[in-house]
């Protein structure tokens, strides 16, 4: 039996698009998303689109599209500390770089783990018979249902009662702030986080309608949310970022997804 929290946050998730249709139940520790579609990217223009001066890489998140996707399961919070270490000791895979004597730091264990490059991030989520969200999956489950917004609780300005953003202290436990809509904690601040897609900065103006999973190769994956060491702009639910596959930083963590049994029709 599911845990009445993780439920309700399940239920959560299709309520967010008005919609009658109960949710799949999500496993332990995941939200549910229901299929449906979502308009993915910025939907506005600054001054400085308009006068062609905003620098190419911060305009790879135009053009806004639709994007319809299949149901699938997020992980309601970041992969934490604890939970690698157990994925470590099962496997004899490598330590994240900081952990000195080869374990999670002393009352860090809640804190998201970091310092992971993709393929450590990759070979987790398999490990946990899940897999690492594509972009579309990761901007869906930000915006919670919110259509058109900057943040994931809405348009007002982000501070650090929202989420953990522009300070030096690095990340704090996860589920430190309230979730969004659908019931994930996170996806603004705290610290970026993997996705599968390669990046290409065009690829809004070619990307699928359904199910979008990047360009086939590349030479950067995508990483989405922005972390603590970012400022406002970097964790919008819409801003992209990219770097190579073998990144290793303190501001760079990720969750899992897994896909779900369809239940009703899309929303």
Same mark, same amino acid.
């Given at each position: 039996?599911?845990?009445?929290?993780?439920?309700?946050?399940?239920?959560?998730?299709?309520?967010?698009? !008005?919609?009658? &249709?109960?949710?799949?139940? @999500?496993?332990?520790?995941?939200?549910?998303?229901?299929?449906?579609?979502?308009?993915? !990217?910025?939907?506005?223009?600054?001054?400085?689109?308009?006068? !062609?001066?905003?620098?190419?890489?911060?305009?790879?998140?135009?053009?806004?599209? #639709?994007? %319809?996707?299949?149901?699938?399961?997020?992980?309601?919070? *970041? &992969?934490?500390?604890?939970?690698?270490?157990?994925?470590?000791?099962?496997? /004899?895979?490598?330590? +994240?770089?900081?952990?000195?004597?080869?374990?999670?730091?002393?009352?860090?264990?809640?804190? +998201?783990?970091?310092?992971?490059?993709?393929?450590?991030?990759?070979?987790?989520?398999?490990?946990? /018979?899940?897999?690492?969200? #594509?972009? @579309? *999956?990761?901007?869906?489950?930000?915006?919670?249902?919110?259509? *058109?917004?900057?943040?994931?609780?809405?348009?007002?300005?982000?501070?650090? =009662?929202?989420?953990?953003?522009? #300070?030096?202290?690095?990340?704090? +436990?996860? /589920?430190?702030? =309230?979730?969004?809509?659908?019931?994930?904690?996170?996806? @603004?601040?705290? &610290?970026? *986080?993997?996705?599968?897609?390669?990046?290409?900065?065009?690829?809004?103006?070619?990307?699928?309608?359904?199910?979008?999973? /990047?360009?086939?190769?590349?030479?950067? %994956?995508?990483?989405?949310?922005?972390?603590?060491?970012?400022?406002? =702009?970097?964790?919008?639910?819409?801003?992209?970022?990219?770097?190579?596959?073998?990144?290793?930083?303190?501001?760079?963590?990720?969750?899992? &997804?897994?896909?779900? +049994?369809?239940?009703? @029709?899309?929303?």
């Amino acid at each position: 039996m599911l845990p009445r929290m993780v439920l309700l946050l399940s239920l959560a998730a299709g309520s967010a698009f !008005g919609d009658e &249709v109960s949710s799949p139940k @999500a496993p332990a520790g995941m939200v549910s998303i229901l299929a449906g579609e979502f308009t993915m !990217g910025r939907t506005f223009e600054t001054d400085d689109d308009k006068r !062609g001066m905003r620098p190419l890489v911060l305009r790879d998140d135009r053009p806004a599209h #639709t994007v %319809k996707l299949d149901a699938y399961f997020m992980d309601s919070h *970041e &992969v934490t500390q604890a939970q690698y270490e157990e994925f470590v000791k099962a496997t /004899g895979r490598r330590v +994240p770089y900081h952990w000195l004597e080869g374990v999670a730091p002393g009352g860090k264990q809640n804190d +998201p783990v970091h310092n992971v490059d993709w393929a450590d991030a990759n070979t987790y989520c398999s490990w946990q /018979g899940k897999r690492l969200p #594509t972009e @579309a *999956e990761w901007e869906r489950a930000a915006r919670g249902g919110k259509e *058109e917004k900057r943040y994931p609780w809405g348009d007002d300005k982000s501070d650090r =009662q929202l989420a953990l953003f522009n #300070t030096p202290l690095g990340p704090g +436990p996860v /589920g430190s702030h =309230q979730p969004n809509p659908f019931g994930l904690h996170d996806m @603004a601040g705290s &610290v970026s *986080e993997w996705c599968s897609d390669w990046f290409a900065r065009t690829y809004y103006e070619r990307s699928p309608k359904k199910n979008p999973k /990047g360009p086939d190769k590349g030479m950067y %994956k995508i990483i989405r949310g922005g972390s603590w060491a970012d400022g406002p =702009q970097r964790i919008t639910v819409f801003f992209r970022n990219w770097v190579r596959t073998n990144q290793r930083t303190p501001n760079l963590g990720f969750r899992c &997804v897994q896909d779900a +049994p369809e239940t009703g @029709a899309a929303q």
